[in-house]
């Protein structure tokens, strides 16, 4: 059934896509199957089928790896769902999946599988990978794979544990701000920064197993932004993308992996800003494979019907930034007025910096010069120093405020875009939708954006059910999710500047997911 771990497979097949297995149902008999309840003799069994279809755009340029969209069709009874899970970075608002992309999915299915919309759940990986155009048709291809192909399945539920390629993005500084790491600005001073936030190293896992013992399918939770990307910056499904990989090699013939991505809004791959070696997702996407696998063969599936879907769309204040904006402006204006001139320039400013580290009593020259001058009664060593510090520091102030100032134009543009989003949408709350789901003893909850990791963690511990997994970036995206004690550092970092949420909207929501909870 299984390889054995000594012979666990690491290597990456560029394969193209599959393209299923090949079934003679119609859609009208497909609709048929879906849609009737489950006779008496199989009231008890869960039916699961699985598909993956190639979503890569290969006119994009270079491709690394290939994009996936897969697809779990679940039925008990008289309840189907399908979760999808995409290689893109969102469903929808950013990225190359358009807006009506789950209308049209959901649309399609429903008229030709009869599968209700709200039971369809698309969950990005967040990877930023580039998607065909027609991915919305793909999509649709993988779920009528996968209702074609059921079977009864048994179930099972485990965790598993990752720490290594990850870490949180955002930094509490000395001072009380809150800065993240990211490409599109510099990190402060080291001397700036006190501590860094929490990581989730849970790995959530559903293991389904055919009656005979293979394994048709994985579904695993993880907090992370799959964002390493490779070296040679080919498209890419990035770490998730590679984690997946190894676990279907490694596994039965067949076996289809799904990521679900959870609240990694404010988590980093590991090593993300380093820039002594090129990035490369492969090595942090096989850790996390082959710790997902060593989850998956503790699990023992046995037979569970159970099958609940649950949907509610609930109202969540939008945020009011217009007085902090003011505030950014005037700090703008005072940042640029505080940049002063100075002697140097970068040309003359990097050797004196190097030689004044290197030698902090005699930088100019060699010990005996100064000793030689200071014996004659000469000081113009030592006022050259002088001079010279006073210029690198006056130097390294400047870079510091231009560091200041790039981190807050960044945030300031978010914070105007949402604001004249808000304005357009003419009403002060956002609608999303949220769902809720059990496969057996597999819990999860969904939210439509980037959930960061704190919100996770409490809903893990607020729910009836033990475990339970959160995944964001599903059904819709509506840009960052921070806490309310995140939001009270709006526009400096992005998770609280890339967000439409007013402060209140976190306990709306996690009493909702809670109430959710609590019903299945």
């Known amino acids: 059934m299984f390889r054995s771990d000594a012979s666990v497979n690491l290597r990456f097949k560029a394969t193209s896509p599959s393209p299923g297995i090949a079934t003679a149902m119609t859609v009208g008999a497909l609709l048929v199957l879906l849609t009737m309840p489950c006779q008496t003799a199989v009231a008890e069994t869960l039916l699961a089928g699985v598909a993956k279809v190639d979503i890569t755009d290969r006119d994009a340029g270079p491709v690394n790896d290939p994009l996936y969209v897969k697809a779990l069709v679940l039925k008990s009874g008289s309840t189907t769902t399908a979760i999808v899970t995409v290689d893109a970075v969102a469903i929808g608002g950013i990225g190359h999946i358009k807006d009506d992309y789950l209308g049209k999915v959901r649309g399609t299915v429903e008229k030709e599988l009869g599968i209700p919309p709200t039971n369809v759940i698309a969950n990005a990986s967040h990877c930023h990978g580039i998607v065909c155009k027609d991915v ?49 600005y510099s990190i402060p001073p080291d001397e700036e920064i006190a501590s860094v936030g929490p990581v989730d190293t849970e790995i959530g896992v559903l293991r389904l197993d055919r009656l005979d013992g293979t394994t048709l399918a994985v579904v695993y939770n993880f907090a992370c ?10 498209n890419s499904a990035d770490i998730t993308g590679f984690a997946s990989q190894v676990i279907e090699d ?56 159970r099958l609940i879907v649950l949907s509610e769309v609930i109202a969540l204040p939008r945020a009011n930034t217009a ?36 030698s902090e009593e005699f930088p100019a020259n060699y010990p005996y010069r100064y000793l030689h001058d200071r014996a004659m009664g000469r000081k113009d060593l030592d006022i050259l120093d002088a001079e010279n510090r006073a210029n690198m520091e006056r130097y390294i102030r400047n870079i510091h405020t231009m560091e200041k100032l790039t981190r807050l134009n960044t945030n300031l543009r978010l914070l105007k ?92 929501y996690e009493d909702k997911a809670v109430e959710i909870l609590n019903k299945l």
């Open 136 to 184: 919305d048709d793909r999509t649709v291809q993988a779920i009528r794979q996968a209702a074609g192909n059921l079977v009864p399945v048994k179930v099972g539920v485990g965790i598993g544990h990752e720490d290594r390629i990850m870490e949180n993005r955002r930094l509490k500084m000395k001072d009380g701000r809150t800065i993240d790491v990211r490409h599109a």
């Open 225 to 234: 932004h799959p964002i390493q990307n490779v070296p040679s910056r080919g």
């Open 250 to 305: 490694n596994l039965s013939e067949g076996t289809v992996a799904l990521f679900v991505q959870g609240c990694g809004g404010d988590i980093n791959p590991i090593r993300y800003k380093d820039v002594d070696y090129p990035r490369d997702a492969e090595p942090l996407g096989n850790m996390l494979g082959l710790s997902t696998l060593k989850a998956v063969r503790k699990i023992e599936t046995t037979k569970d019907d």
């Open 323 to 358: 007085e902090r904006m003011a505030e950014m402006e005037s700090e703008q204006t005072r940042l640029m007025q505080s940049l002063g001139g100075t002697s140097l320039n970068f040309k003359t400013f990097i050797p004196l910096f190097v030689k004044y580290n290197a």
């Open 417 to 508: 875009k949402h604001h004249a989003e808000g304005i357009v949408a003419g009403k002060r709350t956002i609608d999303v939708e949220l769902t809720g789901l059990r496969i057996g003893d597999f819990v999860l909850t969904t939210f439509p954006g980037e959930l960061t990791v704190q919100i996770g963690l409490n809903l893990k511990g607020k729910s009836p059910h033990k475990p339970t997994f959160v995944a964001g970036y599903t059904n819709g995206y509506i840009y960052y999710a921070p806490t309310t004690e995140q939001l009270l550092n709006v526009g400096g970092a992005q998770e609280d500047s890339d967000c439409v949420l007013g402060p209140d909207w976190q306990k709306i």
